[in-house]
């Protein structure tokens, strides 16, 4: 009997190694995927981050040129249309400040070439995998792409242009030198006034940034 038992254990110790060996590769294997999306989760995140900063850094950007045109209503219509590209001036230099305090590099970022104003970023994580399990994946970097958009949360309407007066001598308030006004709808409304450019509201509360799909 003592021999029959020993030939057992013998038997089964193959059988006992392989099956752990078989759980701590399934083991590794599921690390292996749990790592890769929390790279890609990274990676996203920080890729959201880079498009939002580099929309709410043109969207800053705009304030000058909104200063300097008080008297021109054309270019407040077309500042608050949907179809506006967006004003000038280098935004992408924070995507890629933000990509950097989110461990992420390789960043491409170029404004949109589809009508909207925004940006869209692209990047890799930092860090590569650490682990060679799956094959191909030890070094492999997340990628990432994201889109953030500027949009009026405002509109301009335009002062009416006064009829003729019949009689020249008539004795009136002149005409203001608004040339209209901002509707929004948080409720800000505001009296576009060329002679005071300190009244101009803050851009946040004229346009708002949101992320988008490409």
Same mark, same amino acid.
């Given at each position: 009997?003592? !021999?029959? *038992?020993?030939?057992?254990?013998?038997?089964?110790a193959?059988?006992?190694?392989?099956?752990?060996a078989?759980?701590l590769l399934?083991?590794l294997?599921?690390?292996?995927?749990?790592? %890769?999306?929390i790279? @890609?989760?990274g990676?996203q995140?920080? $890729?959201?981050?880079?498009?939002? %900063?580099?929309?709410?850094?043109? @969207?800053?950007l705009?304030?000058?040129? +909104?200063k300097t &045109? +008080?008297?021109?209503?054309?270019?407040?219509?077309?500042?608050?249309?949907?179809s506006?590209?967006g004003?000038? !001036?280098?935004?992408? /230099? =924070?995507a890629?400040?933000? $990509?950097? *305090?989110?461990? $992420?590099? %390789?960043?491409?970022?170029?404004p949109?070439?589809d009508? @909207? /104003?925004?940006?869209?970023? @692209?990047? =890799?994580?930092? =860090?590569g995998?650490?682990?060679?399990?799956?094959? !191909?994946?030890?070094?492999?970097?997340a990628?990432?792409?994201?889109v953030?958009?500027?949009?009026? *949360?405002?509109?301009?309407?335009?002062?009416?242009?006064?009829a003729?007066?019949?009689?020249p001598?008539?004795?009136?308030?002149?005409?203001s030198?608004?040339?209209g *006004?901002? &509707?929004?709808a948080?409720?800000?409304?505001w009296?576009?006034?060329?002679?005071?450019?300190?009244?101009?509201?803050?851009?946040?509360?004229?346009?708002?940034?949101?992320l988008?799909?490409d």
């Open positions: 009997m003592t !021999g029959r *038992r020993k030939a057992e254990a013998g038997q089964a193959p059988l006992y190694i392989t099956a752990v078989g759980v399934v083991a294997v599921l690390f292996a995927f749990g790592e %890769a999306d790279r @890609r989760n990676a995140s920080a $890729a959201d981050a880079a498009a939002l %900063a580099a929309a709410k850094e043109s @969207r800053s705009l304030e000058p040129d +909104l &045109h +008080l008297t021109d209503p054309e270019y407040f219509e077309s500042v608050f249309s949907t506006f590209p004003g000038t !001036g280098d935004a992408c /230099w =924070k890629s400040d933000f $990509a950097a *305090r989110n461990e $992420a590099g %390789a960043v491409r970022c170029r949109l070439a009508g @909207r /104003w925004g940006y869209v970023v @692209r990047l =890799k994580s930092a =860090k995998m650490s682990t060679d399990i799956v094959p !191909g994946t030890e070094g492999r970097k990628e990432a792409t994201a953030a958009v500027v949009e009026p *949360r405002c509109a301009f309407v335009p002062v009416e242009t006064p003729p007066d019949a009689d001598d008539a004795d009136e308030d002149p005409p030198a608004s040339i *006004r901002i &509707h929004c948080g409720g800000l409304d009296s576009v006034d060329p002679e005071d450019p300190t009244l101009v509201p803050d851009v946040a509360d004229l346009f708002t940034v949101r988008a799909e």
